[in-house]
């Protein structure tokens, strides 16, 4: 009972991040999953069997608020659901042994991309407006999809940041354009894992509490994306994901380090975490400043506008 009351809060808290910033559900939900003992393929089977759910619902909400590019959903998502029914059919392949590890180095890399994207350098809006080209939207929808499939997530790392740093979409309509195509990605992946693993592999009451929870922040999310800062909440989560795959790799028989080391990684970890979360808030508070000091052009009177055209 325990467990699947840490799997509701943490698959609300996962859905909650994944609608307001476009990635991270399946990365947080595979995470700990991973951390109680499930094996690498059937976390991302139970995770992607749950996000058919979460992210229908999540993309009824961004499309009720007018969040989604349907263009963009249309060129990312065939080969997003190629990429992933490739990616969850070559982790069924695999022995638990090799993926583990595999599975928490790619989670580890996606966590530090994330800390260091939002950190750094935020959202970014240059070429707004700009049509995005399929020559760019269908390669790295394959490869979203196909590390989404690997790593129990990752379509939203790969993809959001992407849109992002195109500078041509509004970032509410790249998150949720992200999560409004991601459920072809979770409905294909888990095909794929149903064709690899079978139902056995699956706990789908796990996957039952995971989607309610899911389903229940969707909404909420979609408001939240207008509201909260997603360089502070990218932050974050990049630190949460960090932490915890570390610890699994650390745990692994491959990596066989000294107790003072260990310990000194893990306060590395946390001092940057720290760091970072910090200045992200201070940033943000500085961009909001920045933007309340602009003057605001006030128009001039219609009568003001013809004497001064006269003369």
Known sequence: MRTLVLLAIVGFFAQLVDGSLGMAYGVTSTTLLLLIGTSPAAASATVHLAEIGTTLASGVAHWRLGNVDWKVVRRIALPGAVGAFSGATFLSWLSTEVAAPLMSGILLALG???????????????????????????????????????????????????????????????????????????????????????????DLTWAAVLLVSGVAAAPVAAWIVRRFPPRVLGSAVGGVIILTNTRTILGADLVVLPGAAEAGIYALIWLAWAGAVAWSVRAHLADRAAAAAEPVAVPAPAGQDTEAARS
């Open 112 to 202: 530090v991309y994330i800390l260091v994207r939002f950190t750094a350098w935020g959202m970014p809006t240059r070429n707004l407006g700009k049509p995005l080209r399929k020559r760019f939207l269908a390669p790295l929808g394959l490869i979203g999809g196909f590390v989404d499939a690997t790593g129990g997530g990752g379509w939203g790392p790969v993809g959001t940041p992407a849109l992002l740093a195109s500078g041509r979409i509004e970032p509410r309509k790249v998150v949720g354009s992200i999560d409004t195509s991601e459920f072809i990605i979770a409905l294909s992946a888990s095909i794929g894992f149903l064709i690899g693993l079978g139902s056995g592999g699956i």
